[in-house]
């Protein structure tokens, strides 16, 4: 891929979602949002032990201040909650990037998630890409590629970067902005 975005400017709101634990300061997500100031973050009451009905609370919440022509940027189990709001929200969007989603299905998912063990198998309502790596301890690229073909996202297998976070060493992870370019720009 070889787009080269002009500036840090969008001409369309960002959501940013984090997955389990919230994105500390070095995860790109933080990055980005320091970068774009009005890249705005979805809150959750508990990072540490999330409850699938009060994640979608808060994409339904801040999708209702934004508006519908937002990107929503989810890592992790945000992922799987987006997944689950679209599923039941009436409120529509621009698109989605869903970074290295976790598979709360699987058998080795041992993270306390209330609410998150089934994750809908539909094609979403909106413009998505669904990136994983070949080496993510919470989702296997194979499972990766199968939730992208439900949700008919594009799908985009990155190598070996581990689970698209800090410790992948990926800093502001520049090539993730040209996938927010690509959702950026559809129609």
Not at 15 to 35: D, F, R, V
Not at 95 to 122: M, N, V, W, Y
């Amino acid at each position: 891929m070889n787009l080269n975005p002009q500036s840090n400017t969008y001409n369309y709101p960002v959501l940013i979602a984090p997955g389990y634990g919230n994105s500390g300061k070095n995860h790109w997500q933080t990055l980005w949002q320091n970068e774009n100031p009005e890249f705005i973050r979805i809150e959750q009451n508990n990072w540490l032990e999330p409850n699938a009905d009060e994640w979608i609370s808060s994409i339904e919440e801040s999708v209702s201040a934004i508006g519908s022509g937002c990107v929503i940027v989810a890592h992790s189990l945000a992922c799987v909650a987006l997944i689950i709001w679209a599923n039941k929200t009436k409120l529509k969007i621009k698109g989605a990037l869903l970074i290295a989603p976790a598979d709360s299905e699987s058998s080795e998912f041992k993270l306390k998630a209330d609410g998150f063990s089934q994750i809908p198998k539909k094609q979403l309502p909106f413009k998505s890409i669904v990136i994983s790596s070949s080496n993510d301890q919470f989702c296997s690229a194979e499972r990766a590629q199968f939730f992208a073909s439900q949700w008919g996202s594009q799908f985009f297998n990155l190598g070996e970067l581990g689970h698209i976070n800090a410790e992948s060493n990926i800093g502001a992870w520049n090539e993730g902005r040209q996938f927010l370019t690509i959702i950026g720009e559809s129609n």
